[in-house]
């Protein structure tokens, strides 16, 4: 990063940690210049479908796919239709997959959880415009994309406080309902996710009124050339090169 021309970063929070560490500037963008969504496929031909649970990303330990485990253990499952894991593998030293430790913990707490590989934009896309609920239990995360592309396709979300997304929302977009999860105390975690599940069409069309009325979404433009200069500049008088 000292070595680099210009930071960029989607996240106050992260953004402010970079900071610290390096002393240079760091310019934040607005995200939803780099998500996709969809609001124009719903539909209520499908609204009696229990809803699934979907834990969509790469399942490395930050993302905390186990602690999505955890969670669903907690759940009721008459109120839900399927629970998964959406996304790539990854590997340890002695080349066993994160899909073979995931579907041992669920298989120890008496769970069925299928590892899907990953799939495309327009299949997630899909899934969130159908009955689901995401759910991201992330560790670490400096942002998290798939929340944004998530809810803003009207698809229930419960993410952890630990995610630089929850910045973000609540500040520029507070009328959007969500869950923030704290994994501190997963036993309140799971309350909240069952909060969902206990009236999921209510959730579901909260949510999906308050993008109706948000109308198109107008960002001006990136002008990433503009944001180049003026951080060589920046960085050109604090470091006095």
Not at 89 to 110: E, I, K, Q, T, W
Not at 188 to 216: C, P, V, W, Y
Request: overall charge positive; proline content about 4%; some cysteine.
């Amino acid at each position: 990063l000292q070595a680099a021309d210009g930071i960029y970063g989607i996240s106050d929070r992260y953004a402010q940690d970079v900071k610290k560490k390096i002393n240079r500037e760091v310019c934040c963008l607005d995200p939803l210049h780099f998500v996709e969504f969809r609001r124009n496929r719903w539909g209520n031909e499908k609204t009696k479908n229990k809803p699934r649970l979907l834990c969509v990303g790469r399942a490395e330990k930050r993302k905390g796919n186990d602690i999505f485990v955890e969670l669903v253990k907690w759940l009721d499952p008459e109120k839900y239709d399927q629970a998964m894991h959406i996304g790539s593998s990854v590997f340890n030293h002695d080349g066993f997959s994160s899909s073979h430790f995931l579907d041992a913990l669920a298989r120890s707490r008496g769970l069925t959880i299928p590892c899907e590989k990953n799939k495309t934009r327009a299949e997630l896309l899909q899934l969130y415009q159908e009955n689901a609920v995401l759910i991201l239990p992330v560790r670490y995360d400096s942002f998290n994309l798939t929340a944004l592309e998530a809810l803003f396709s009207g698809c229930p979300l419960a993410v952890s406080s630990q995610a630089g997304v929850c910045d973000y929302l609540d500040k520029n977009h507070s009328y959007l309902p969500y869950q923030k999860i704290d994994l501190g105390n997963l036993y309140s975690a799971a309350g909240k996710i069952n909060e969902i599940l206990d009236d999921f069409l209510r959730h579901q069309s909260n949510l999906r009124t308050s993008l109706e009325k948000m109308g198109k979404i107008a960002l001006p433009p990136l002008g990433m050339g503009k944001i180049y200069q003026e951080t060589i500049d920046t960085d050109s008088i604090v470091t006095g090169k």
